[in-house]
């Protein structure tokens, strides 16, 4: 996948995580594709720092962020960071 449809993508998956309640200050790749040797089949995993998890939060939070990625692409793996 090229760097500008995966940010693209990344972007996508924020706007709609935003639009669920969970404001995303910022997310990183990490993983295959931050290594550049993802496959056709490789999972994104994805990073995502939001104060919503600087605070307690429980399996609905942890939800939405996978519901969010099967909306968007099913290969994004998301992982709750907390900010600070």
């Not at 924020?14 to 997310?27: D, K, V, W």
């Not at 295959?32 to 995993?45: M, N, P, T, V």
């Not at 939060?57 to 099967?70: C, N, P, Y």
Request: glycine share 8%.
């Amino acid at each position: 996948m090229a760097d500008d449809a995966l940010a693209r993508m990344i972007r996508r998956y924020l706007r709609n995580l935003a639009s669920e309640g969970i404001h995303a200050t910022s997310a990183g790749v990490f993983g295959s594709f931050a290594r550049g040797d993802a496959l056709q089949w490789s999972d994104i995993d994805l990073l995502v720092l939001s104060p919503r998890f600087d605070a307690p939060f429980g399996v609905r939070e942890v939800e939405t962020l996978w519901i969010v990625a099967g909306r968007v692409d099913s290969r994004i793996e998301p992982v709750a960071c907390v900010e600070r």
